[in-house]
Each structure stands twice: as C-alpha cells, then as structure tokens.
DNA sequence: GTTAATTCTGCGATTACCGCACATTCTTTG
DNA sequence: CAAAGAATGTGCGGTAATCGCAGAATTAAC
C-alpha cells in the first residue's frame, strides 16, 4: 500500500519530527518558533510530512487500558516470499505491527483481542492463511516500556 | 514510573480516543461535535486522558525513515523476577518497547538503533544486565505494517 | 437531604489557523 | 551560464480555535 523511497529529510524536518515526537498537538506557531520558521512554512512542512506518509500524528494508548485484554506476540515461520505473507498477514484486522526480520522466525506480528476466545480465533486464522509454516505464540502479561520519542539521525 | 489501575473509560472517553487515534490533531472544536459536549468540556477530558497518561498523542515513524537504520526484536530470559529485569530494560535509551510475555521468552525488546556496531553496543549491554539469562536478537528487514487505531472496547 | 466534588456550559479575550499573493532559493535544461 | 520552472518561504487579513473563568448541572459521599 505504502512504496517507500528513502526520502532525506533536512535538520528542519527532523526538529519537526522531534518536537511532535514529544507532542503531537503542539502549535504551528510553537513548531514555527522552535525552528526558526515563519508560521506558514512550518505548517506546510507538517502537512508534507504528513501527507508523505514520513510521520503520523496519533493517539496511543496501552491497549489493557481501553478494553483490550489480550495483546500477543506471533512469531511465524514462512514458505515463499515472506514479505508477501507479511502482505496478507497485515490484513487482519486485529494485526497492528507486521515486521519482516532475520532470524528463527521470519515474520513478527502484534496482535490487539478483546479477550482469550478472540486471540484464539486469530492464531487460527493466522495459521491457516498461505505461506505460514509455522508459528508461536507470546501473549503479553505486562506492557512495561513504551515510547516514540526516538528522535531522528 | 506509572502507577496502573484498571481506569474505568465511559463511553465518551472512548469516543474521543478512537477519534484521536485517526487524528491526533483533531480541533476541540472537532471532537466536542462528535461527542456531543462543548468545547470546553472535549478540551477538558482530553487534557485528562493526557495528564492522566491513559493516552499521548505523538507524532509516529518508520524508525528506517528518520536515519535508523537498524531495529531489532530481542527475546530474553530470564531468571529471577522478570517486571524487575523489564523495569531494568525499560532504562536503556535504546529500548522503546518492553513487554513481559508468557511463552519460551519472558520479555521482548523493541531497540532502535543507528547502525550494526550500534546494535551490537545495545545486544552487549542488554546481555550484561542482571537477571538476563540469554537472548535472540531479530533483525528488522522490513516493516511491514504500523497502525494505532486499533479503537476501545 | 445536605455537602462536597466533579463535570459541563456559555461566554469574552486572546491566540492560532488558513488561504493567498508575492518573494526567495534551489534545480533543471537548453 | 542564463533563463525557466519548481519548491520553499514570508507577510498578512479574515476566520476559526483555544484558553480561562464564573456559574449551572450532575454525581458522589455522608
């Protein structure tokens, strides 16, 4: 859905980043101030980056805390081109987090259920979609760290 | 840091996240429509969800995009009390995401990095800390999917 | 049933946002 | 290298959103 060039973004547009990195709802003006903008450029260049798909601007939340009690890890073994199981396995829709990785397993993939049925029902119809050989289960008991201010390099 | 307890969320506490998960800088103005309540009220509860930590609303990115170039899951176990070796994890600057799991690994780790020598500095020290008994580092080849409306319950 | 605390509404006063015309800088390209 | 074209930035006026606060309404506690 997403065809990423590896789009170099100037010191300005990683301050950017960086200042909504800590706030999302920061003020055009602030962001202007911040990085020595006037208010309009600033605002064209959230937009860009917005509109570019680089950044987006969201809620997040632990998902324990608004009704999700069962959060899982799936690690899955695949045959084929593994990116497009990732494909297919981002379609679910209780999938949040689909990464391709190097390693005893080919695919990660964060899964969000209300509850045990739920996740149960997913691991099924993660298992039996084509090109997964194999998969494990790590279903969450606690959510100990989790930040997005990262900055940038 | 964050002293949890099961928050009760009403039914427009919820509302207001899952439209802030689509839109992070949705206007006040915007959400006390949806929601039915003034402006004032919307800007309220918001601030509340925010002070309260329940939700932040931040600006989210492809870690690869913003010059890391290296991310990798860990998976660690453990011997002695795992949420001390994740509250331990959750210290290193490198780590934006600790979870305690149920399965053949206690924790996962989530690290950004900037390079494999980077990586391989975070791998050391994550090795040396104490209560880790072993770990298997997967090297992030692709994201595939990365979404946070995943709505309230 | 009264009190206290929380939550909501309804305003002005202030600030931020938006769109647009024009200036500036950076890239092509002949 | 000069001119054309594309980005990117500035300044500003009209509109809309935000903020702070006083008082009403609702909810919870006793």
Redesign the pocket.
């Known amino acids: 859905m997403s065809s990423e060039g590896p789009v170099k973004l100037d010191a300005?547009a990683k301050r950017i980043i960086e200042l909504l990195q800590e706030d999302g709802r920061a003020?055009?003006?602030?962001i202007a101030k911040a990085v020595g903008?006037?208010?309009?450029?600033a605002?064209?260049?959230v937009q860009?980056l917005l509109d570019s798909e680089i950044m987006q601007v969201v809620a997040v939340t632990d998902p324990t805390q608004v009704g999700f009690t069962r959060q899982a890890m799936i690690g899955i073994r695949t045959e084929g081109d593994p990116l497009q199981v990732g494909d297919r396995l981002a379609e679910v829709a209780e999938v949040d987090y689909v990464v391709t990785t190097a390693g005893s397993f080919d695919l990660l993939v964060e899964v969000v259920c209300e509850d045990d049925p739920h996740l149960l029902d997913v691991i099924r119809r993660v298992r039996e979609l084509e090109g997964v050989v194999s998969s494990e289960t790590f279903v969450y008991l606690k959510l100990n760290k989790q930040h997005y201010n990262w900055g940038t390099r």
Chains 1, 2 share one sequence.
Do not use: G, I, P
């Not at 903008?37 to 450029?41: G, H, Y």
């Open positions: 300005t003020s055009y003006a602030a903008l006037s208010e309009a450029a605002r064209a260049r860009k």
